[in-house]
């Protein structure tokens, strides 16, 4: 990537984080925000790609808004707060210190999506924190440490559950459980010719248990992958692809909005040709993230 080029990506992403509103909104498990990684990589495909890395985090919503508990569920349920949300952003960049190139770039955009959060009133040991569902979600990878050209997916539904469970009122940890199940279709192109491009529908999940602590952070395991499948053999020219994220790490919370995150992650793609030998390719990333929320 040229100078100029690389200019042009960091003020595109400086537009982007300048346009946040400032909002106490939240979505997932985290609100807006922005951050930067110190990382390293390690054991990618191409040695090139091992390194020192600077990674550039954001999350923007668009639009929040609170909707109406439904009277139909006052008598008989326990009422769940619907937050209703249009245009989530997230974008991740990653760029290698050495000549500073643009080395994967991760786009994520849902246009509209719900989330029940329950009454903080009246809880049971173990509760449903929030339930979620995201409408037309599109997510774009290009990640050249794992030769994935182009990666894209659309998928049609993602919905997702919070849990957690506290001891006692008196206990400081909670234990949080989330998973959240996605289906739809997906493209992928690898770098190496030799494979075809990839067209095929998936089934996703994604995985969330954390030990937290109300002063002293909080350890959590994350797990994410998208399945790609065929309705017929793959030998017969309908190949599949797999993209997964394994991460695990430590939060802190040192105050005035700003997270602290030690965290190791591997990211891994796969395709399969059907008429060739698998293409599996992975990278580990360790690194150190400042995050600032609202």
Not at 163 to 171: A, D, G, K, V
Not at 247 to 272: A, H, N, P, T, V
Request: glycine share 6%; hydrophobic share 40%.
């Amino acid at each position: 990537m040229t100078v100029s080029n690389l200019n042009q990506v960091l003020v595109l992403f400086l537009i982007i984080l300048l346009s946040a509103k400032v909002s106490a909104e939240s979505w997932e498990f985290k609100e807006q925000s922005v951050a930067m990684t110190v990382a390293y990589e390690a054991k990618p495909l191409d040695e090139k790609f091992e390194g020192s890395k600077i990674l550039l985090n954001t999350r923007y919503i668009a639009n929040s808004e609170i909707d109406e508990v439904s009277e139909k569920l006052m008598c008989c349920a326990r009422p769940s707060l619907p937050e209703n949300m249009n245009g989530l952003l997230d974008a991740e960049l990653h760029f290698g210190t050495d000549g500073a190139d643009l080395e994967f770039t991760s786009i994520n955009f849902t246009p509209w999506g719900t989330r029940w959060e329950t009454d903080e009133s009246n809880r049971e040991k173990l509760h449903i924190e929030w339930d979620l569902l995201e409408l037309g979600a599109m997510r774009y990878i290009s990640d050249d440490a794992l030769e994935v050209e182009t990666y894209f997916e659309f998928s049609i539904l993602r919905a997702g559950r919070l849990l957690s469970y506290r001891w006692s009122e008196l206990s400081a940890y909670t234990v949080n459980m989330g998973m959240q199940a996605s289906l739809g279709y997906a493209y992928a192109k690898s770098a190496d010719r030799t494979y075809s491009s990839v067209n095929n529908p998936f089934a996703g999940i994604f995985f969330k248990l954390s030990l937290e602590h109300d002063a002293r952070g909080e350890l959590y395991f994350i797990n994410r992958f998208v399945n790609g499948f065929s309705f017929s053999n793959p030998s017969r020219g309908h190949p599949a692809a797999r993209e997964a994220r394994v991460r695990f790490g430590y939060l802190y919370d040192i105050g005035s909005s700003f997270i602290l995150d030690f965290y190791g992650e591997k990211r891994s793609f796969y395709f399969d040709e059907g008429s060739l030998p698998n293409l599996y390719t992975q990278s580990g990333i360790f690194g150190l993230q400042t995050l600032y929320y609202w």
